[in-house]
């Protein structure tokens, strides 16, 4: 293939002589590499004698001219032809031109034609000489005379034309052409270089239409981002689809699958306005009417099929029986829906829109099964929230109720494990405790009591632990509010607390019943000592050893039964 290098185009011009005119065009083409080529040069000599009447030179010249022009002409992978008008026509400001280019469409004509030239348009040569600019651009006149007239005016064009095979096939042509000039200045015909740039053009049709597509699916996961319901996810799909597949009408229906139905949550439809088109339908409609649920689960894209007559779809999807198409929203396997799609002509989708639909389809099946799981994982947060501040609120009246219940009882609460630690005090008494319970939460019974109670305290929870009935105790103890009797009672709790048994201990103040009891005893011990007929004195002064040994903080003990300091009876007495 013959190439032209910048630096080698740069350097060259053609000439305005033998053409007249000034035919520098804007742009180098094919020519500029091939100007001073002997082959060109005695194509402009070989035409400027023709059309002056001169014959060549000697015969041997002659034959070598033509035999290198036919060999430059067979060689080359462009394709090279002459096109002559039967009569030269003149052009300029004096003439009507689209007379002379009626003139010219009829009269100029193909006269040598190289191989890659009827390759280019599969044609022969015997067809394909006479051919006229009528005959190369019979499928569009219009655009053919349009470049007709801006190549007569300059002289010299480089152009890429939309021109047809001589089967009908659209092909795609780069030229270069060069008019050819008169010594009175009228255009007698051309000659032109050019190839078949269909494949590059095609080529470059597909990567400005992948672009494209790149860029709508940018635009569709950018609108996906900015929403959160499968709903809005759908509507914003649909918007940017007819961008990518010609399309009449489009819907996204949800299935669920249990009940084998699906539910319409979005729709689109060319000629409807902003939001007329998007509304969501609503409509309930069996899964079968998408396609066989087995390839809707296979991936397979599904046709039309019935939708029944107790809706709209059936106008929305089947219109005019424009083809539709079914494609599953599939997900890591989960068919979450499916895409519907319905053509904007009569013609089946083709190869490229439906893989642009499925390479949709998969776009938003992941981004409705996220908003789904987003819209559930939402939803379960908004439950969990409301459990959370009911639950909260039955602990406060609870906590409320224990406080008024704490307050209103004298007793002292622990909760203690298995080891004699204090885990919980509850009291409104706590000038009843030992220490403050602070001091006491956290510690064992023998960091805080006296030794004696300390293992009679511990002695009784693991009792209570060891055989999970309830156990008491009665103790007295030096605590704030100082010398004080205790009635203890435990019970096992039902939770573990921190994994181990725990027992409740209740401990009572009991300490005015047992200044009555003893206040009793005395009592009782008195009227006994005065039936024996002896004096109040001497029953005190004989008693003294007892009343030391039950004195405790300003009040008497007498112990039930008497004690063994008890006075003895005198001699002779009973």
């Not at 996810?233 to 669920?256: K, M």
């Not at 405790?433 to 001091?439: C, D, F, P």
């Not at 409740?504 to 005065?530: C, G, H, P, W």
């Amino acid at each position: 293939m013959i190439r032209a290098d910048a630096c080698f185009l740069q350097r060259q011009r053609l000439p305005q002589q033998p053409f007249g005119r000034d035919m520098v065009a804007p742009r180098f083409g094919l020519f500029d590499s091939l100007h001073d080529r002997p082959e060109i040069v005695d194509i402009r000599h070989r035409h400027r004698s023709i059309v002056n009447g001169h014959t060549m030179g000697a015969h041997a010249m002659t034959m070598n001219a033509d035999d290198r022009l036919e060999l430059f002409f067979s060689q080359s992978l462009d394709g090279f032809f002459f096109m002559m008008i039967d009569e030269p026509v003149v052009w300029d400001g004096s003439i009507d031109k689209e007379r002379v280019l009626d003139y010219v469409f009829e009269h100029q004509r193909v006269t040598k034609v190289n191989d890659a030239m009827l390759a280019q348009y599969g044609a022969t040569r015997e067809s394909f000489l006479g051919t006229t600019p009528k005959d190369l651009f019979r499928h569009d006149l219009a655009h053919g005379r349009r470049v007709w007239r801006e190549f007569f005016d300059r002289g010299r064009l480089h152009v890429e034309t939309d021109e047809r095979r001589v089967d009908g096939a659209p092909i795609r042509i780069e030229g270069d052409y060069l008019c050819f000039y008169d010594e009175a200045g009228r255009i007698t015909g051309h000659f032109g270089i050019q190839r078949d740039v269909t494949e590059r053009e095609r080529a470059s049709r597909a990567l400005r239409q992948y672009n494209r597509r790149l860029q709508v699916l940018h635009d569709i996961h950018l609108d996906i981002l900015g929403t959160r319901s499968p709903q809005h996810i759908a509507e914003a799909t649909l918007r940017h689809l007819q961008e990518l597949i010609p399309c009449r009408r489009a819907s996204v229906a949800v299935f669920d699958l249990p009940r084998g139905t699906g539910t319409i949550i979005a729709s689109w439809a060319a000629g409807e306005t902003e939001g007329e088109g998007q509304s969501v339908d609503g409509a309930v409609v069996p899964i079968e009417a998408f396609g066989v649920r087995e390839e809707l689960q296979a991936g397979l894209v599904g046709s039309l099929r019935s939708l029944g007559t107790q809706h709209h779809l059936t106008d929305t999807l089947a219109a005019s029986g424009s083809p539709t198409m079914h494609v599953p929203l599939l997900a890591d396997d989960d068919l979450i829906g499916v895409l519907n799609v319905t053509s904007s002509d009569e013609q089946p989708f083709d190869g490229r829109s439906t893989e642009i639909a499925q390479e949709v389809a998969s776009t938003l099946a992941v981004a409705i099964r996220q908003a789904r799981l987003g819209e559930r994982v939402e939803r379960y947060a908004n439950e969990l929230e409301d459990r959370v501040i009911a639950r909260t609120a039955d602990l406060e009246r609870s906590e409320n109720r224990l406080a008024a219940i704490l307050n209103a009882l004298p007793d002292l609460v622990f909760v203690v494990n298995g080891e004699g630690r204090y885990v919980e005090i509850l009291t409104s008494r706590e000038d009843l405790l030992y220490r403050t319970a602070e001091e006491m939460k956290g510690q064992r019974f023998h960091d805080i009591l006296p030794a004696p109670i300390a293992d009679a305290h511990l002695r009784l929870v693991q009792q209570t632990i060891d055989t999970r009935t309830t156990q008491t105790l009665e103790y007295s103890l030096r605590v704030l509010a100082g010398e004080r009797w205790f009635e203890g009672r435990t019970g096992l709790l039902n939770v573990l607390v921190d994994g181990h048994p725990a027992v409740a201990f209740m401990a009572r103040d009991v300490t005015d019943r047992k200044r009555a009891e003893e206040l009793e005893s005395q009592n009782i011990y008195l009227r006994e000592e005065i039936s024996v007929e002896r004096s109040y004195g001497e029953v005190v002064a004989n008693h003294q050893p007892c009343a030391r040994c039950s004195r405790r903080s300003g009040w008497w003990r007498i112990p039930s039964p008497p004690c063994s300091c008890s006075v003895k009876p005198e001699p002779g007495k009973s």
